[in-house]
């Protein structure tokens, strides 16, 4: 299956996410936080970067639970970035 272009939008959006997550990750390391949702450093990297602006729904609801964020909380966020 061919993935359709990103638009602007996806792309600000994942770098929303990514700064979101990045803020709520505070003072822990990143091999922390990425050990704690399962994930690589390098992934977690990509996603606080913008560099992987669609990330998957499990990917994103691990990283919410390891850090404390409710995924309601990204969702308004993106919601109210959306409709501006």
């Given at each position: 299956?061919?993935?359709p272009p990103l638009?602007?939008?996806d792309r600000e959006r994942g770098h929303?996410?990514?700064t979101?997550?990045?803020?709520?990750?505070?003072?822990?390391?990143?091999?922390?936080v990425?050990?704690?949702a399962g994930l690589s450093a390098e992934t977690l990297r990509k996603i606080e970067t913008g560099r992987v602006p669609?990330?998957?729904?499990?990917?994103?609801?691990?990283?919410?639970?390891?850090?404390?964020v409710s995924l309601d909380v990204l969702a308004e966020v993106s919601?109210?970035?959306r409709a501006a």
């Open positions: 299956m061919v993935r638009s602007e939008l929303r996410l990514g979101i997550l990045r803020q709520a990750r505070g003072d822990r390391s990143m091999a922390e990425a050990a704690a669609t990330p998957a729904f499990f990917t994103v609801a691990a990283l919410a639970q390891a850090l404390g919601a109210a970035e």
